[in-house]
């Protein structure tokens, strides 16, 4: 460390601005141990550089961040062509104050996190930028390396491809927690009809194993087949037990399996009905479960 201090200071400036960084590179990868990664990754990045010539350190880590999110978006995104069945986000358990920024909450919820899987590496950094953290458009630019013109293209296309898949209009908590309590009970008791009142007619259930853990390897399609499967599952083990806890800013559910997290069922709701049941079994993906995660903008 130099007599001036620059390692404190480096290191104070990195840990005021993690949470925000994480969420940068948690939005950009749907993977909080890819985030965490990155965020290493970062640091070495920002330890070397020359705090003198930063303007704003907070713009600067935000660069840094998104530049390796994106390599590394790049990379995985090969990966997951050949992950067993269908992939889904990694869970975070969050604390309470994510859910009251409306804003942040439904940028990581589940939902909203498979609808950025659609979008190209580049669309998804700036997207990420400048719809959840509020970037200029010269700031996005020097993060992904584009013309301030062609960053506002891409948002603009960006922006057009997510309105066209995004839930249909924001959904209360208070009306998130009556569906799930509703959801709950239906899977606890085996009611296949109480969940046929909840679930969306084209209900989807999407279910995350890795090849690990048995899971569904294609979608099932059909609120009556949902149904089914969620009731015939819970049936079949009498140790499994269902509490609900804040997951990525949303109420959902923790499958507990002789005391241990086995599933995380997060919910997507459109006009009042569950459209989505994303079912997180990959023990790989479950570690963040453990404890809050702090999330900011």
Request: aromatic letters at 4%.
């Amino acid at each position: 460390m130099s007599a001036d201090g620059r390692g404190d200071r480096a290191v104070d400036a990195f840990v005021s601005h993690r949470n925000l960084l994480f969420t940068v590179a948690y939005e950009m990868l749907g993977s909080a141990a890819d985030a965490e990664d990155v965020l290493q990754e970062t640091w070495l990045r920002w330890a070397d550089v020359d705090l003198a010539t930063v303007r704003d350190q907070r713009a600067y880590l935000v660069r840094i961040t998104t530049r390796l999110s994106l390599n590394r978006l790049r990379a995985v995104g090969r990966r997951r062509e050949s992950y067993v069945g269908s992939w889904l986000p990694e869970p975070l358990l969050t604390a309470p104050d994510v859910a009251d920024d409306v804003e942040l909450a439904e940028s990581v919820s589940m939902a909203m996190l498979l609808v950025l899987e659609t979008l190209a590496p580049t669309e998804r950094a700036v997207f990420v930028l400048r719809e959840v953290f509020d970037l200029g458009y010269d700031e996005i630019a020097e993060a992904v390396d584009k013309s301030p013109a062609a960053v506002r293209q891409i948002a603009h296309r960006a922006r057009a491809h997510v309105a066209a898949r995004r839930q249909r209009g924001m959904v209360s908590s208070a009306d998130t927690r009556r569906a799930l309590d509703a959801f709950q009970r239906a899977v606890e008791t085996g009611d296949v009809q109480g969940l046929l009142d909840i679930l969306a007619p084209d209900a989807v259930l999407l279910g995350d194993g890795g090849g690990i853990k048995q899971a569904v390897l294609r979608p099932v399609a059909g609120a009556d087949k949902v149904a089914r499967l969620l009731c015939s599952t819970h049936a079949r083990t009498a140790t499994m037990s269902l509490h609900p806890a804040q997951v990525n800013g949303h109420p959902a559910l923790i499958l507990r399996l002789d005391g241990a997290v086995d599933t995380v069922l997060a919910l997507r709701i459109d006009d009042g009905l569950i459209s989505g049941v994303y079912a997180v079994r990959n023990p790989e993906k479950l570690s963040h479960m453990r404890r809050e995660t702090t999330l900011r903008r």
